[in-house]
């Protein structure tokens, strides 16, 4: 299981996170709702290692992570993927998708890292054609599904999608959707986040409010 504990984080002064208890277990699509603003995308990266907290804890299959970002284990940061909203933002759109699969995976001209992208870009439906092209030279679904094809691509244990879905139309959104299924049918645990209700109560396993995830909300249900 990937789980925070009593998570306190923010931005310098601001506390948006006032500490939180999360689980995201293994085979799962565990949902994230919540107003915009109230913390989702930053408890998102606290669990995907990527920001760090002032208190708390976040354990990886029941290893406690000690700091963030490049001062996470590596072994552990590998066994946490991220796809972001803005699969442009999240692309050099100087790399065709064949690069940006590649790009965990090392050496692009390596048998291995070749192998491994082919059975990326079929799992992820992306044909030669489309892997040859730049991010300028394929629809944002394209390229948001070589960005999944890209955060899973060393295997992680565990998958977080932030609004990954958030700038592509409806249809899109259900291939995306489909996939990241796909992944938790095969034991990817799943956290997804987004501010759309119905997206997630059709996406997700069980779906969590972020205000109910803070200690103050646990203490004022219980008392
Ligand atoms: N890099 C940053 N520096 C300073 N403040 C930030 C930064 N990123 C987010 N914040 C602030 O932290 C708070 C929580 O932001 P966050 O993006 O985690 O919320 P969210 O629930 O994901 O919102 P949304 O649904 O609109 O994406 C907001 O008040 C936001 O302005």
């Known amino acids: ?14 506390t948006v996170l ?7 277990t293994p085979g799962r699509i565990t949902g994230l709702q919540g107003p915009s603003g109230s913390g989702k995308s930053t408890l998102a990266r606290v669990v995907a290692l990527l920001h760090p907290r002032t208190a708390g804890t976040v354990t990886v299959d ?29 692309t050099d759109p100087r790399w065709t998708l064949r690069q940006v699969i590649a790009e965990p995976l ?17 799992q992820f439906q992306l044909t030669d054609d489309l892997l040859d092209r730049y991010p300028h030279q394929v629809s944002d679904g394209q390229l948001q599904r070589a960005c999944l ?3 899973v691509a060393l295997r992680p244990a565990y998958l977080v999608c932030d609004e990954a ?7 899109t959104t259900a291939t995306i959707a489909q996939l990241v299924r ?14 759309d209700r119905a997206l997630l109560t059709a996406w997700a396993d069980h779906v969590l409010d972020l205000h109910d995830l803070h200690a103050d909300a ?5 008392s």
């Open 18 to 24: 006032r500490s939180v208890d999360l689980t995201v």
């Open 106 to 122: 090392g050496a692009a001209r390596r048998s291995a890292t070749r192998q491994r992208v082919a059975e990326l870009a079929e």
């Open 62 to 90: 029941g290893r406690s992570v000690t700091g963030s970002g490049y001062l996470a284990p590596a072994e552990l940061r590998r066994r946490i993927g991220m796809v972001f909203q803005s699969p442009r933002a999240a």
């Open 218 to 222: 646990r203490t004022s249900w219980e």
């Open 1 to 14: 299981m990937l789980t925070a504990t009593g998570v306190v984080a923010g931005y310098g002064e601001h």
């Open 165 to 171: 879905t958030a700038m592509l139309d409806p249809s």
């Open 182 to 195: 796909g992944l938790a049918d095969a034991g990817t645990g799943v956290l997804a986040v987004s501010h």
């Open 149 to 151: 094809a890209r955060a």
